[in-house]
């Protein structure tokens, strides 16, 4: 399995708070990714890095937020966590595009109570 | 825009029985084609993979798809469906000079004994 480590695996958070949920990779991949996961929706991409400090937004990103200062860590950032925020996240890594597949963690669930 | 559809949500298959799952996509432009499988609770592993070449693509665990582009198509098929396939199976496509995968809605099979 890709080296890949979510953490936490499982949180439970108020409305309004701050969270912040990292991916931590040992494949020294280029390209590092956050999806989530929500029944009828299949993974829907929230942002993605191609390099440190580099970052893009994806087709889910308003309420997110995302930082990458060392290839090895990408960290999602909810800055005021919703109720429509309740999701599974995953992060996944990739040496490069296009033809490259990508490799996932094990996901984070998070629920906004 | 590029999308993936997958046709049914749901798939139920006696064990033995063949699986087919659908998968299309649009696109003007040539794709590279993926399917993963996610088991409960666990993030997403990759099934294969089209990028170029031959059509027929053989994967993991006795899993196939052909890439038919006159119907834009990409079904994965199984000839002997096994309890162990139970799991959520999901398309993806991705393009030269896309930075990350966009992925259908998912089919849940199920196997019956």
């Known amino acids: 399995d890709a080296g890949i480590t979510q953490s936490p695996r499982h949180k439970v958070t108020e409305t309004g708070t701050p969270v912040t949920l990292r991916c931590h990779q040992t494949e020294n991949h280029r390209y590092m990714y956050w999806y989530r996961q929500d029944p009828g929706h299949g993974l829907r991409l929230i942002h993605y890095s191609y390099g440190v400090k580099d970052t893009d937004k994806g087709e889910v990103s308003d309420g997110y937020s995302v930082s990458r200062s060392k290839t090895e860590d990408f960290l999602l950032t909810l800055e005021s966590a919703t109720s429509s925020q309740t999701s599974v996240y995953f992060c996944?890594?990739?040496?490069?595009?296009?033809?490259?597949?990508?490799?996932f963690g094990q996901g984070t669930r998070l629920t906004v109570v | 825009a590029q999308s993936v559809t997958q046709l049914g949500s749901h798939v139920s298959v006696s064990e033995g029985a063949l699986v087919l799952l659908r998968c299309n996509y649009s696109s003007s432009v040539p794709p590279y084609l993926f399917w993963y499988v996610q088991y409960p609770n666990q993030g997403l592993q990759l099934l294969l993979k089209?990028?170029?070449?031959?059509?027929l693509v053989k994967g993991i665990n006795g899993f196939e798809a052909e890439f038919k582009k006159s119907e834009t198509s990409f079904h994965l098929t199984k000839p002997s469906a096994h309890m162990s396939d139970a799991a959520e199976y999901f398309c993806?496509?991705?393009?030269?000079?896309?930075?990350?995968?966009?992925f259908g809605s998912g089919t849940r099979l199920q196997v019956q004994p």
């Open positions: 089209y990028t170029t070449g031959a059509t």
């Open positions: 993806a496509v991705s393009y030269t000079g896309r930075r990350a995968l966009t």
């Open positions: 996944a890594i990739s040496e490069s595009q296009g033809d490259t597949e990508a490799f």
